[in-house]
């Protein structure tokens, strides 16, 4: 049975001021918290439906963590899912960065403001696909313990490694050797371009791109071409979006690995 | 001003009942509405906000067209948006049978059930980016008039031609020739695969993939490598989103084109 006082706890972490007061995050959904469970992050509490509990693979549950059953009824009042899953967790919020890669010796994504959770999660899930380890956002991008954005995951939270800061900072302190990558609608078409498997790799914000104060550390410039036929500049694609196109970038990146 | 009876009508075209009886559907905001206004689509009213009508290139709209000032009291009324734009537009739904692209010369995408607005937009989007001009859709892939889809598409609705057909009907009658690609969670590295630039090419659903009756017209099966480096079956990346997985594909054909 939930109590009162930890229903609203729980629903107070929807909002990152609590989460980032009590460093405390929501996973739902069996796949999610399963990879969570199976991942370094801790996870404090776990909440589910009899089903659940019966039906999960117990030897992955460590024997201290407190695993709660509760019904549909109060799964309802704390979920942030217009149809509940039957497990619901609480889990720590880390500190990323001691497992943050060398852009020196592999790719690492720079997220410049993006603002979609659906879009940062996706972003996610495909760094995770392409064996991106390392996210560094800028300060204003979306949350990443926003629960859209942990949803969209789709449970890649749990491998990437996603970290905060003033990217200005960190691109000012970067090797002159490393090669900052970036997409604009102008550029080298990537198609032919020589991609070297290292670096950074940076994304713009889904409505103005990379911003004027960071575009300047950009020393390859990138673009996907179109192919649409139509010839007129005011009737054609403007732009891919922003996980749509780091998804093709990555893709070009990571392909010439195997070739 | 609008009438009681024309908000009623306008809001009924939010339901796909109602826009197959009227055969009409409705597009908002400043892009989408002058990409149609520029397309072959038909548009029968439009309804803007003073500022609009005044700043807009009144060159692109037919004289014949009714162009309706009202108030942003009035547009809340009939928005889809969350935040209303100055502009709505009222669209005949065409017949795009007769634009369809021949899969013996071009490439074509086929949508085998894709169920969320979002994906859908999205899709038809990277369509256009990447000049496939005609997208087949199973009878149960969600509609393209629904107003989350128009949106989604951010123009390229103008552009694309979208028909629903029996997709099982319609791969019987391709001839032998013809390639049919299928990207599946196994099969032949895409990285490393010809790929004719022309043929079908086949996106299944979000959660279930390509269905077991559209498999089996599958010539060419091809997937896209997972670059993550944890090795657990249980710990690593499932798939990638169905429109991140169509884009990176449709990169895959069209750069082949311009090596």
């Not at 739902?28 to 918290?33: D, I």
Request: aromatic share 8%; hydrophobic share 40%; glycine share 6%.
């Amino acid at each position: 049975m939930l109590s009162k006082s930890k229903i609203s706890f729980i629903n107070s972490l929807k909002i990152k001021k609590y989460r980032d007061i009590h460093q405390q995050f929501i996973a739902e959904g069996s796949k999610l918290v399963m990879e969570l469970l199976r991942s370094s992050y801790v996870i404090k509490e776990v909440y589910a439906t009899a089903p659940w509990i019966i039906e999960s693979d117990q030897s992955i549950v460590p024997g201290t963590l407190p695993v709660y059953e509760i019904g549909d009824w109060e799964m309802a009042k704390i979920t942030c899912l217009s149809s509940p899953s039957p497990v619901f967790a609480l889990v720590e919020i880390p500190n990323p960065r001691k497992s943050m890669r060398d852009p020196g010796s592999d790719l690492v994504l720079i997220l410049d403001d993006i603002r979609d959770p659906g879009n940062m999660g996706t972003i996610i899930r495909i760094a995770d696909w392409f064996g991106i380890e390392t996210v560094i956002c800028s300060e204003n991008t979306v949350d990443l313990y926003n629960p859209k954005v942990v949803q969209a995951t789709m449970g890649s939270i749990a491998r990437v490694t996603v970290i905060y800061e003033n990217l200005e900072l960190f691109l000012q302190q970067l090797s002159d050797k490393i090669p900052v990558y970036g997409t604009f609608l102008g550029g080298e078409n990537i198609y032919g371009k020589n991609l070297d498997n290292k670096g950074v790799l940076i994304i713009g914000n889904e409505a103005y791109g990379i911003s004027r104060e960071i575009e300047k550390y950009v020393t390859e410039r990138l673009f996907i071409p179109s192919f649409c036929s139509f010839e007129s500049e005011d009737h054609k694609p403007d732009s891919l979006n922003a996980s749509v196109a780091t998804a093709v970038v990555c893709s070009e990146f990571r392909r010439r690995i195997i070739r």
